[in-house]
C-alpha cells in the first residue's frame, strides 16, 4: 500500500488536487465555474464531463504525441478535444436530456476551457499515456471539488436547496429567513472562489 | 544674494528655547570619546588602556577609510574602554590631565598659504586633523569617501531644528576662523553655497557677505539637504556635500593653529533644564557634569543632538563628536482617560483636530510619549504636507514594505534629508525614519558606496 | 479611575509576548487604549512626537457623523408615525426612532467588532480604530426596516472582504461600509430596494391615506416625459425644503443635507476630511447634471430634466460625498489626485443614479468603482510629479 502512494503516478494524480490545483491555485477554468454553479446538480454533470473529457484527451495526445508535427499541434488538439466534447454532449442528450438542457451550451463550451487545453501541451504532449490519464483524472477532480463545493454553497445560501431538494425549512422563512439573492449572481462565484482561494492558503501557509 | 523659500516646513514651537548666554563649564576628570555614536562608524582602535595621550593623539581610525581618524580632546591617560553588544567599541575613557596639552598636527596655515594649497592637500589636512566625519555627503548621508571631491559643497549657516546652537553665538569672534574654513572648503571644491536663515541673528558682516543664499521657512528650511534640494540645477549636484557653520570655523581653527580645535559651543535644552542655554565645552565632556542643571534626576530622556534627529543617550554617555546639543526630556507621561474625546487645549499637533489649534502659544512642552499606539498607514496625508523636498513619505514606505526600492527611487527617496518631520506628523505612529534609514543603507550598500 | 489603570497595569503581564493569554492582546490593547493614552514611549531618534493619533483621527468623524445619526433616529421615527397618523410630537417619535435604529447600531457594532476582534487575534495585530466609523457610517445607510440578521451578515461580509482579507484597516482598497452596503444590496434586493425605508407600525389598513413610502429619487426615475420631475415629485408630496431638511423616506442617516453639512463642516475645520475629495465630487455631480438638463429635450426621460438643487439635495448624494468619499483609506493618497477621485464620483454617480432605471442611487456604486480606481490615479500623478523632479537614482 505505501509504495502505492509513492508511485508517479500517484504522485501526478494528487498535485493537481490541491497543491497545483487549476481553479484555486492557476485560476483557470474560471467562467465555466461562473456559468453551471447555480445548482449542484448540473456542476456535478459538468465535472463529470470535463474530467471524461480531460482524461480521454490527455490519453490520445499522449499516445499521439511522437507522430503530431509540431507546427500544426494546436489544430490536431483541437480535433482530438472537440471528438470528444461532442461525444460528451451527445451521450448526455441521450440519458439525461433535462440537465443538457440546463448546461445548454456549456457542455459544448467544454472545448474552450483552458484546463484542457493547457493539459495537453504542458502535459499529454510531454508524457506517456499512463500518467497522462491520471494527470488528466487528478486535474478533472481538482477543477470538480472546487466546483462543487462553489454549487454547493450557491445552491444552499441562494436558493435553500441542495440537489434540487428543499434543505432549509419552512419554519425559517416563516420567521424572515431570505435567501441570498447575490450568490446567483456571478459576484457569488467570484465571493466564494476568493474565499476558497483565501482558505486553502492559510490551510496551506502559502500567504 | 539669492532667496530660496522651502516649502512645507513646519516650527515644533518646542519648549527650552537655550537663552543666549553662553557660560563655560567646569572641568572634571574624566571626558569619553564615543565612536558608537558616529553613524555607520567601523572602528579600528590605536590606543590601550593605561596609555598617555595628548590632544590630538590617534585614538581610532574607520576601517573603511584609513585616513579618517579620530583625535583625542583632552590630554591624559586612557582610563578604560568599554565595549558593547559583539564587542562593538562603546566608549573611550580619558582621564584628564587638565593640562590640554596640544599635539602639532601639521604647520600652522594662513589664509594665503591655503590658497596655494591643492585640492587634494587640503583633504589631507582635514583628515589628519580628524574633522574629516563633519561632512555629509549626499544622497547617502555618510561620511565622504576621500578619493571623489564633491561637485559642490553646501554651507548652512543656522539650524533651526530645536534646539541647535544659534549661530550669532557659536560665531562670536571666530570670523576669521570661519574665513579660513570656507577658504578650504572653496579649494576643494568649485562652488561653495552658504545659506543663512531668513531670521538669522548674525550679525558678523565678514561672514554675512559670503552669504549666497537666504533660506526661508521653518524647521527643516536650514538642513544643508533640503538647501541643495532646492538649488540644485541638475542631477550632477545630488553626490554634493553639506556642512554646518561651527564645522567649517573647527576647520578653519584647525588649519590656522595646526592643532585638533576640541572645544565647542553646545546647547543644554528640554523640559527639564533649569535655565536652557548655550555652552562652551571641551569635546568629551561627560553628561553628567550636567546633570545640576536638571530640575528632577529619575525619569529622563537624554537626547544627544536635536530632538527630532538626536541619538537616544544616557546620563553617564559624553558629547561626542558630531554632536552640538544635549536635551534632556520628560520620559513618557501621565496617563489620562479617553485622551481622544478631549478637547486637547493642551495638545501640541500639526493639524487641526485638537482644540489646542485655536491657541496662540508660543512653546509647547513635549515628553517622549508616543501619544497613540502603532498602526498601518490610513493614508491620511498628513506626511506629504510637512515633507521639505516635496516627496510622499507614505508611498515610499508602503513600496518599501512591500520589497520595491527602484520605485521610491525614481519618485525622489534619494532626496529625503531625513529630517524626521514625517515620523513626528504620523498619526499611526510608523517609524518611517527608520524605516527610510534601512532602506537608504541598502541601497547605499548594493550602489557600493 | 486610578483603580481601573491599575487593574489593566497589574494584569498586562498576562497578555505580553510569552503572557499567558498572549493571544488576547489585541483585545486587551483595545480596552486600554480606549481607556487611557498610552504610556508608550519612542524608541529612538524622533524623540517627541504629535499629539494626533488615529483614534482622535476617527472620532473626529464620529463627532462629525454624530448630527447625522440623531436626526436619522428622529426621521426615521417621524417617517414611521406619519405613515399611520399617530402623533407627530418629538419624544414619541424620537422613541419610536430609537427602537428602530439603535438596535442596527448594536448589531452593527457588535458583530463588526466581534470579527474584527477576531482577526485581529489570530493574525496578532492592534485593533484598528477605523472600524469605530464603519460601525456607525454602515447602519446609517440601511433603510429603517432592515432585519437585523441581515445587517449582521453584510458588517461581516464586509469587515472580512471589504478588508482583513487584505490585512485589515490601512491596508484594505475598499470603503468596508460601502462593501458591506452593497453585499446586502444585491444579497437582499427586496430589503433593500422598492419601498422598505419606513417601518409600518401595525396593519395595512391603518396606513394613512395617500401616504407613499416611496422615496423621490423612485418619484423622479419613473416620471416619464413630457411631465416634468420636479411637477412629479411636488404632486408626491416632496418640496425641496423637506428634502433638505431631511423628512423625507430614505436610509436611515442620508436624509438631511443639513445634517450632513454640519458633519462636512466638522471634517473640513478639523482638516479630517478632504476639501478636495468633496469639491471635486460636487464639481462633478453639478456638471453632469447641468448637462443632462441640456439634453433633457430629447428624451422621455424626465429625470434628465430634474434641476441640479433637486438633485444635489435628494437621495444620498451628500452623505455619500461627505462620508463615504473622504475614507482616507481607500482614496487615493495624494492630494492632487483626490480631486479627480472626487470629481470622477460625482460623474459616474450622477450618471448611474439618473439613467440606469436598475439602481435606484448611483453614489455606492460610483464610489466602490473609483475605490478600486484610485491607486490608478494615484500612480499616474506620482508617474507626472517624478518626471518634474531633478532625478536623484543611481
Known amino acids: 500500500m505505501k509504495s502505492l502512494f509513492k508511485t508517479q503516478a500517484y504522485k501526478t494524480f494528487k498535485k493537481p488536487l490541491v497543491e497545483a490545483n487549476p481553479v484555486s491555485i492557476a485560476i483557470l477554468g474560471i467562467c465555466s465555474a461562473l456559468a453551471v454553479t447555480t445548482q449542484m446538480i448540473p456542476s456535478i454533470v459538468m465535472v463529470l464531463a470535463m474530467t471524461t473529457v480531460l482524461t480521454f484527451s490527455n490519453i490520445t495526445i499522449s499516445i499521439l504525441r511522437n507522430i503530431i508535427p509540431k507546427n500544426i499541434r494546436i489544430i490536431v488538439e483541437l480535433v482530438v478535444i472537440s471528438t470528444l466534447v461532442i461525444l460528451a454532449d451527445q451521450v448526455l442528450k441521450a440519458y439525461m436530456f433535462d440537465v443538457s438542457k440546463q448546461l445548454s451550451v456549456f457542455v459544448g463550451l467544454i472545448i474552450t476551457n483552458c484546463i484542457i487545453m493547457g493539459r495537453a501541451e504542458a502535459f499529454a504532449l510531454a508524457n506517456g499515456p499512463w500518467l497522462s490519464m491520471w494527470d488528466g483524472l487528478g486535474n478533472g477532480l481538482g477543477y470538480g471539488y472546487i466546483l462543487i463545493v462553489v454549487s454547493f454553497f450557491r445552491e444552499l445560501l441562494g436558493s435553500g436547496n441542495l440537489m434540487g431538494i428543499k434543505v432549509i425549512p419552512e419554519v425559517f422563512y416563516e420567521s424572515g429567513y431570505v435567501d441570498m439573492g447575490i450568490m446567483l449572481l456571478a459576484p457569488g462565484v467570484f465571493i466564494v472562489i476568493g474565499l476558497l482561494v483565501w482558505g486553502q492558503n492559510v490551510l496551506t501557509k502559502k500567504t | ?449 | ?394
Open chain 2, 1 to 449: 544674494m539669492k532667496s530660496i523659500q522651502v516649502k512645507n516646513t513646519y516650527d515644533l514651537q518646542l519648549s527650552g528655547l537655550p537663552d543666549t548666554a553662553c557660560d563655560t563649564v567646569d572641568e572634571t576628570d574624566f571626558y569619553g570619546v564615543s565612536p558608537s555614536r558616529i553613524k555607520e562608524l567601523k572602528a579600528k582602535l590605536l590606543v590601550k588602556e593605561g596609555q598617555a595621550v595628548k590632544v590630538g593623539s590617534c585614538l581610532f581610525f574607520d576601517k573603511k577609510n584609513e585616513k579618517n581618524v579620530f583625535l583625542s580632546p583632552v590630554s591624559g591617560t586612557v582610563e578604560k574602554i568599554e565595549y558593547g553588544d559583539r564587542r562593538a567599541l562603546q566608549n573611550i575613557v580619558i582621564k584628564s590631565d587638565k593640562q590640554f596639552q596640544k599635539e602639532t598636527l601639521f604647520d600652522k596655515q594662513t589664509l594665503a598659504s591655503i590658497d596655494k594649497l591643492e585640492d587634494k592637500d587640503v583633504a589631507d589636512l582635514i583628515q589628519k586633523g580628524g574633522l574629516w566625519s563633519v561632512f555629509t555627503a549626499y544622497p547617502f548621508q555618510m561620511t565622504p569617501n576621500s578619493d571623489l571631491l564633491p561637485p559642490a559643497i553646501y554651507v548652512s549657516i543656522d539650524s533651526d531644528e530645536p534646539h541647535l546652537p544659534q549661530s550669532q553665538i557659536f560665531c562670536e569672534g571666530e570670523k576669521d576662523n570661519f574665513l579660513a574654513g570656507l577658504k578650504a572648503l572653496k579649494k576643494m571644491t568649485s562652488t561653495v553655497h552658504v545659506g543663512v536663515a531668513d531670521k538669522t541673528k548674525l550679525k558678523e558682516t565678514k561672514i554675512l557677505e559670503h552669504v549666497t543664499h537666504r533660506l526661508k521657512g521653518h524647521y527643516p528650511a536650514n538642513n544643508h539637504g533640503v538647501f541643495l534640494y532646492y538649488n540644485k540645477k541638475d542631477a550632477s549636484e545630488n553626490s554634493s556635500w553639506g556642512v554646518s557653520a561651527q564645522d567649517v570655523i573647527r576647520i578653519g581653527k584647525l588649519l590656522t593653529e595646526g592643532t585638533y580645535p576640541n572645544e565647542k559651543v553646545i546647547v543644554v535644552a528640554g523640559a527639564l533644564v533649569k535655565k536652557p542655554r548655550h555652552l562652551k565645552v571641551v569635546e568629551g565632556y561627560p553628561v553628567k557634569a550636567l546633570e545640576k542643571e536638571l530640575t528632577k534626576k529619575a525619569g529622563l530622556r537624554v537626547v544627544a543632538g536635536g530632538v527630532l534627529t538626536g541619538q537616544r543617550s544616557s546620563i553617564d554617555s559624553f558629547i561626542s563628536y558630531n554632536e552640538y546639543a544635549v536635551h534632556f526630556l520628560q520620559e513618557g507621561k501621565e496617563q489620562e482617560m479617553f485622551t481622544f474625546f478631549r478637547p486637547g487645549f493642551d495638545k501640541p499637533t500639526f493639524g487641526r483636530t485638537y482644540l489646542s489649534a485655536l491657541v496662540k502659544k508660543e512653546e509647547w512642552e513635549m515628553n517622549t510619549c508616543l501619544n497613540g499606539g502603532h498602526r498601518a498607514c490610513i493614508a491620511c496625508g498628513e506626511c506629504p504636507k510637512v515633507c521639505p523636498v516635496e516627496s510622499h513619505p507614505q508611498f515610499f514606505m508602503k513600496d518599501l514594505e512591500a520589497g520595491d526600492i527602484e520605485k521610491p527611487i525614481e519618485q525622489g527617496f534619494l532626496d529625503c534629508v531625513s529630517c524626521g518631520i514625517c515620523t513626528y506628523v504620523c498619526p499611526s505612529k510608523i517609524e518611517l525614519d527608520s524605516i527610510f534609514y534601512d532602506a537608504r543603507q541598502k541601497i547605499a550598500k548594493e550602489a557600493g558606496v
Open chain 3, 1 to 394: 479611575m486610578k483603580i481601573l489603570k491599575d487593574i489593566f497595569n497589574k494584569n498586562e503581564h498576562y497578555f505580553e509576548k510569552g503572557g499567558k493569554y498572549a493571544n488576547w492582546y489585541p483585545m486587551y490593547e483595545a480596552f486600554y487604549s480606549f481607556l487611557f493614552s498610552t504610556k508608550e514611549t519612542t524608541k529612538t531618534s524622533v524623540h517627541v512626537r504629535d499629539s494626533l493619533d488615529t483614534k482622535r483621527y476617527m472620532s473626529i468623524v464620529l463627532i462629525a457623523l454624530t448630527p447625522c445619526a440623531l436626526f436619522g433616529i428622529f426621521n426615521a421615527g417621524f417617517q414611521a408615525h406619519k405613515a399611520v397618523g399617530e402623533s407627530l410630537d418629538l419624544i414619541p417619535v424620537l422613541l419610536t426612532g430609537a427602537q428602530l435604529v439603535l438596535p442596527l447600531i448594536a448589531v452593527s457594532y457588535i458583530v463588526g467588532l466581534g470579527v474584527e476582534f477576531f482577526s485581529c487575534m489570530v493574525r496578532g495585530h492592534e485593533v484598528n480604530e477605523g472600524f469605530l466609523v464603519t460601525g456607525l457610517l454602515y447602519p446609517l445607510t440601511l433603510p429603517a426596516t432592515m432585519p437585523l440578521w441581515q445587517a449582521a451578515v453584510g458588517i461581516a461580509f464586509g469587515v472580512v472582504v471589504g478588508k482583513e482579507v487584505f490585512g485589515g484597516s490601512g491596508r484594505n482598497f475598499l470603503n468596508p461600509a460601502l462593501t458591506a452596503r452593497a453585499f446586502v444590496f444585491f444579497a437582499y434586493p427586496a430589503q433593500m430596494s422598492g419601498e422598505v425605508w419606513t417601518k409600518v407600525m401595525g396593519a395595512k389598513d391603518q396606513i394613512v391615506e395617500g401616504w407613499s413610502g416611496a422615496t423621490a429619487l423612485a418619484v423622479a426615475a419613473t416620471t416619464e416625459a413630457p411631465q416634468k420631475a420636479v411637477d412629479a415629485l411636488q404632486d408626491a408630496g416632496f418640496s425641496l425644503m423637506d428634502s433638505i431638511v431631511g423628512i423625507v423616506p430614505g436610509s436611515i442617516g442620508e436624509t438631511s443635507v443639513v445634517m450632513v453639512l454640519i458633519g462636512a463642516f466638522i471634517l473640513l475645520i478639523t482638516g479630517v476630511g478632504s476639501w478636495r475629495t468633496m469639491l471635486g465630487s460636487l464639481l462633478g455631480a453639478v456638471s453632469i447634471s447641468i448637462l443632462f438638463n441640456l439634453f433633457s429635450g430629447g428624451t422621455t426621460i424626465a429625470f434628465f430634466g430634474l434641476p441640479t438643487v433637486w438633485q444635489l439635495s435628494i437621495g444620498s448624494y451628500a452623505f455619500a460625498t461627505v462620508f463615504m468619499a473622504t475614507d482616507p483609506v481607500s482614496s487615493p493618497g495624494l492630494e492632487s489626485s483626490r480631486f479627480i477621485y472626487g470629481f470622477l464620483i460625482g460623474v459616474l454617480g450622477m450618471i448611474i443614479r439618473v439613467t440606469n432605471p436598475a439602481y435606484p442611487e448611483g453614489w455606492m456604486l460610483a464610489i466602490l468603482l473609483m475605490n478600486v480606481f484610485a491607486p490608478l490615479i494615484d500612480h499616474v500623478m506620482l508617474e507626472r510629479k517624478s518626471k518634474k523632479r531633478i532625478p536623484n537614482v543611481i
